[in-house]
């Protein structure tokens, strides 16, 4: 059986498209969050007051039942940026089938638990199971999804999420009150066995990072072939601090821990709080919890990513996106708990406040990848997920039990908790604002057809050489970034492509750039065939070499020169390579002699 290689399009798995991939990824996410929903429902979690479900069993403390909520979210936390890390040496989908093991493991010990810290540890496994499904699962959505519907991918992908959570509240009162709260667990374990079974049989894909040579090109051809021959191991520290120097990127992870920390507090709490406050019972409200949830995050994650993609799918449009649409939530959810004593009214507001915070919650994860370079993507997802857990849904369940103690008024309670989202509103407004860095512009394409091999393959919206689809300038403020060549099946009869001397059935295939997941071409440091000519004239357009058909030729487009998306130049240093040769100077094909190029060829058709 091959193993399958992201830059080659012919030992993909027969199993594998883009959807089906997307498709997997979703059912993991809904599993592991059905546990987190059946985990706060009332009917599992129970009452001590009433002695239901393991609080009850247990007889523990409001304070002990946050901790349990924070153990789950510690382990989830620390266990992240371990994934992370694994993935640069690891199969990203192995390591996936392992987190799913302990995840398995975390529930069938949960349901033997014998007293609170004996729940405290199975829940701390539990966690860190969790950790390599959420952690991974982004970089994997940014490397498939089509680039005009990035966003909505995200939406889709955390949609699964909000889905598990919601039903895990409908899961938990049903099974918890016709089985017992012990069962709600075992029956998580059956199911986590065999989608464990599935991720570490089948023919597996690999993420694009910095092991597999995927960097982008504006990095500097030396720092590609320096990164792709080398073990991250013991690098961890290096890439963090690069992490942590781009202002974006920490504002982004900054203003996303008061949100989630809401929205952890109200996915806990909020069951228990309607229940006080309305006098519902408990089944009712947890399947009020339940739909509204569900409701709200399927509005939510697909208009929110929706409307990012029509703003441009870019770093500073998710910005301004989230900012609003959180201010606007903390508007409503506080007039929901300050001003109505009507449960179906209430109900109905909070859910228009509940739509605007899970709007937020897609573009956030999908700055996290935008806004570094490719091989930091697995460390920025692991790093966001462990932020926003260290610093927002871990505290929040016990923060929000001792303020309920202090307070003893569940309304006030969720009023100065949800203060929390003005923080977070301003930090997404303040990082729309500062210079950024968007490296999905200098990514992305849509993958090739099917029928590349054949010939037929085409290159799709966002990923044409000429620079269409772009949709803002790289920097602020700044000029585009340069293209890199691109490879053409020549025409029998030579010339450039598309004049008048083409047939009508000519082939012409550009590659997509050298991030794409099925772009075809050599690894940095592989010796390559093809013979660039050195270019003395500076035309805009590029003229390949003759040869018979079938043939790959490489031509060049000039970088330096006019086009329709913009003029000027762009030093590669900015990326961490050595700067781009000056305008006028001889292309070669990388060769040591000549000097780093950031011209070099791809040609393994």
């Known amino acids: 059986m091959r ?10 798995p027969s199993w594998y498209t883009p959807v089906r991939l997307l498709a997997l990824l979703c059912v993991l996410n809904t599993a592991i969050y059905v546990d987190r929903g059946s985990f706060a429902s009332n009917s599992v979690n129970g009452n001590p007051k009433k002695s239901t479900g393991f609080q009850g069993e247990f007889h523990l403390t409001l304070i002990q039942d946050g901790i349990l909520a924070a153990a789950f979210m510690g382990g989830l936390t620390v266990a992240a940026i371990i994934f992370a890390e694994l993935s640069q040496r690891f199969n990203a989908m192995r390591l996936m089938g392992a987190g799913l ?11 033997m638990a014998t007293g609170f810290y004996s729940l405290l540890s199975w829940r701390i496994v539990t966690g860190i199971g969790s950790a390599g499904i959420v952690t991974l699962a982004g970089p994997f959505i940014d490397d498939i999804a089509p680039v005009s519907a990035k966003t909505l991918w995200f939406g889709m992908l955390y949609l699964a999420q909000i889905v598990g959570l919601a039903g895990g509240y409908i899961y938990g009162g049903l099974v918890g009150t016709g089985l017992g709260w012990r069962y709600a667990f075992y029956i998580q374990a059956a199911v986590g066995v065999p989608l464990m079974l599935i991720m570490q049989t089948i023919p597996s894909v690999s993420l694009q990072t910095a092991h597999d040579g995927q960097l982008s090109p504006l990095e500097g051809q030396a720092k590609a072939e ?13 890439d963090l601090v690069t992490l942590l120097s781009n ?8 203003a996303f821990c008061p949100l989630q920390a809401v929205l952890g507090a109200y996915a806990f709490w909020g069951p228990k709080a309607a229940m006080d406050l309305f006098q519902m019972p408990e089944q009712n409200v947890d399947l009020a919890f339940g739909v509204v949830t569900i409701g709200a995050a399927a509005m939510a994650c697909l208009l929110g990513a929706l409307a990012v993609d029509i703003m441009g799918s870019s770093v500073r449009s998710a910005m301004i996106f989230c900012g609003v649409s959180t201010l606007l939530a903390f508007v409503l959810v506080e007039c929901s708990f300050m001003l109505i004593s009507n449960f179906a009214l209430f109900i109905s507001i909070f859910a ?9 919650v897609a573009p956030t994860s999908a700055v996290q990848v935008w806004a570094v370079p490719m091989y930091l993507r697995p460390l920025a997802s692991g790093l966001g997920n462990s932020l926003a857990h260290l610093l927002g849904d871990v505290p929040s369940p016990p923060l929000v039990a001792w303020l309920q103690r202090d307070q003893k008024d569940w309304r006030w309670t969720m009023v100065y908790g949800s203060f929390a989202l003005v923080l977070s509103g301003v930090l997404y407004l303040l990082a729309a604002v500062l210079r950024r860095t968007d490296y999905r512009l200098l990514r992305d394409t849509e993958p090739f057809d099917e029928t590349l091999e ?6 799709q919206q966002g990923g044409s050489s000429s620079g269409e689809g772009l949709q803002e300038p790289l920097l602020t403020g700044e000029d585009p970034p340069r293209r890199a060549p691109s490879l053409t099946l020549s025409p029998k009869r030579g010339g450039r492509p598309g004049s008048s001397s083409d047939g009508p059935d000519t082939p012409q295939l550009r590659s997509a750039p050298l991030s794409s997941p099925f772009s075809t071409g050599h690894r940095p440091g592989q010796a390559s065939n093809a013979q660039p000519e050195d270019k003395s004239n500076e035309d805009a357009e590029a003229t390949p070499r003759r040869g018979p058909v ?3 030729q490489t031509h060049y487009i000039d970088l330096d020169s006019t086009s329709e998306y913009g003029s000027g130049t762009l030093s590669g240093s900015e990326y961490g390579g050595s700067p781009l040769p000056p305008r006028g100077s001889p292309r070669n094909s990388g060769s040591k002699e000549g000097g780093s190029s950031h011209l070099k060829p791809r040609n393994s058709l």
């Open 101 to 111: 093991f302990l995840w398995s493991l975390g529930c069938f010990g949960s349901g």
């Open 3 to 12: 193993k399958y290689d992201p830059t080659r399009h012919d030992t993909a």
């Open 352 to 360: 228009v406040g509940m739509i605007l915070l899970f709007a937020s």
């Open 550 to 552: 079938g043939d790959v």
């Open 454 to 459: 054949s010939g037929q393959g085409t290159q």
């Open 226 to 238: 320096a990164r792709a021959g080398q073990s991250h191991a013991g690098n961890m520290m290096r």
């Open 247 to 254: 202002p974006v990127i920490v504002l982004n992870l900054l």
